[in-house]
Nanobody
């Protein structure tokens, strides 16, 4: 059974940092590209970073230079290091597979709030 559990969110001031974690179970994590998504109220969920098993990465322009995605396949865990947080980064962050039907795998997400 595929399951993703996100953690590490919180309330931080602008310019602060957070490290999000995604604990994965099931076979999807090691087989496919994995990514971090975020969603704000009234908006579509958007992909902000992804990483292949071959360690190729992709970042949305809005987060380049501030977000770093990493994965530990041995531990079935993925991370998102977020530096220099901005108020517009406020969102619920989710991890999930990229490029395959993944609607059944969404977890609860972790809330990131950037505010002074």
């Amino acid at each position: 059974q595929v399951q993703f559990v996100e953690s590490g969110g919180g309330l931080v001031q602008p310019g602060g940092s957070l490290r999000l974690s995604c604990a994965a179970s099931g076979s999807i994590f090691r087989s496919f590209v994995m990514g971090w998504y975020r969603q704000t109220p009234g908006k579509m969920r958007e992909l902000v970073a992804s990483r292949t098993n071959g360690d190729s990465t992709w970042y949305d322009d809005s987060v380049k230079g501030r977000f770093t995605i990493s994965r530990d396949n041995a531990r079935n865990t993925m991370y998102l290091q977020i530096d220099n947080l901005r108020p517009e980064d406020t969102a619920v962050y989710y991890c999930n597979a990229v490029g395959i039907p993944n609607s059944a795998y969404w977890g609860q997400g972790t809330q990131v709030t950037v505010s002074s």
